[in-house]
């Protein structure tokens, strides 16, 4: 797989599609650095290396950890958390 942008029918077909670190950034609205922190700490898909210069994300992997924080975001507040 070269360094591309993948198209919207190539997401879409059956299999692993990879996207490489400007799309993963069009997708989620996080900085690199918290991106980068929360792979540290095991709170979000960790990347892998295509080449010795270029790492990718399994866009499946991207698309159930959103699934599953849109999951988080309906369950109740924390105790002593005010709720918007």
Excluded: C, Y
């Excluded at 609205?29 to 994300?57: C, D, H, Y």
Aim: charged share 30%.
């Amino acid at each position: 797989m070269n360094a591309r942008d993948l198209t919207f029918e190539e997401m879409k077909k059956p299999g692993k599609a990879l996207i490489n670190r400007k799309r993963l950034l069009t997708i989620v609205p996080l900085s690199e650095r918290t991106i980068l922190n929360m792979e540290k700490r095991g709170e979000f898909p960790q990347r892998f290396s295509i080449t010795t210069r270029l790492v990718a994300w399994d866009l499946q992997e991207i698309e159930a950890w959103i699934e599953q924080r849109k999951s988080a975001a309906l369950l109740p507040s924390a105790p002593g958390l005010r709720s918007v």
